[in-house]
């Protein structure tokens, strides 16, 4: 078979170069990193989970009109996407005080916010991905005032979305990181939802027991990463327990 082009290697994915152009095939990793890949580990099953769920939510924006990346899920790792040109910048859209705001401002984690709050850091590992202004934005000409207009409303639609979809099944959407890509249709331009979103780029919160079902259990070892995002799959019927390929081989005595 011939060798695939490898595009690109982040902390948590791979990109191929996709069968036609335009196109990019996009690998779940099973590796798992926290502040600036300063903490790693290797969880088995991770890529499986994040690759069927992100497949579900991005299904879903697409289905209610909101753009995004996905094209189709090829197999258990890897999905097909749309290739674009990625804005540097995280969109973060919190609900519940939590993680880096709670501590920046000295707010308990899980005070509900009179409204969402939207927040852009800078893509930039080296610089670990610094908190940015939207005049920050606009003066090094990384989005234009109309790209931050759209990046608002896209990041406003994936939140009531998202949060409908979680509440559904018992569980609270904290907060969560989206990141957006350029396309090109003819002359025109528009923004799509692209990257993943998963319980890596999530905080989900179960509304009963307020147990975390994201990446803070491997970031704050609070438990099996794996197994808090099989429940997070399980409740959303993504993954029926009996097809989760995630078990490791047990002895039968
Ligand atoms: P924070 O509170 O650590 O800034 O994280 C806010 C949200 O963004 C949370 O849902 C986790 C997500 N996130 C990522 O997806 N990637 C990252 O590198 C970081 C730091 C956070």
């Not at 979809?165 to 569980?171: E, K, L, P, S, Y």
Request: aromatic content about 8%.
């Amino acid at each position: 078979m011939a060798r695939r082009t490898k595009i690109y290697e982040g902390k948590a994915k791979i990109l191929y170069e996709g069968p036609e152009p335009g196109t990019i095939v996009q690998y779940f990793k099973d590796d798992a990193t926290a502040f600036n890949a300063q903490k790693k580990d290797v969880i088995e099953g991770k890529g499986v989970l994040n690759n069927r769920l992100s497949e579900f939510f991005m299904t879903g924006l697409n289905q209610i009109g909101v753009p995004t990346h996905f094209i189709k899920r090829l197999n258990m790792r890897e999905q097909l996407v749309r290739q674009c040109e990625i804005i540097p910048l995280e969109v973060i859209v919190r609900n519940f005080a939590a993680g880096s705001m709670a501590k920046r401002l000295g707010i308990e984690e899980g005070l509900q916010l009179p409204r969402p709050i939207v927040e852009y850091c800078y893509k930039d590992d080296k610089l670990g991905d610094p908190l940015v202004t939207e005049e920050h934005i606009a003066a090094f000409g990384w989005a234009s005032q109309q790209d931050m207009d759209d990046i608002l409303s896209l990041a406003l639609r994936v939140n009531d979305f998202l949060s409908g979809v979680m509440m559904a099944v018992g569980i609270k959407l904290v907060d969560f990181k989206i990141e957006i890509g350029r396309v090109y249709d003819g002359d025109f331009q528009r923004l799509i939802i692209a990257d993943e979103i998963s319980p890596d780029s999530c905080r989900l919160w179960d509304i009963e027991t307020g147990q975390k079902l994201d990446k803070d259990v491997f970031r704050r070892d609070l438990g099996s990463l794996t197994d808090a995002y099989t429940e997070v799959a399980r409740r959303l019927g993504v993954m029926p327990k009996s097809s989760t390929p995630i078990s490791k081989p047990t002895l039968i005595n």
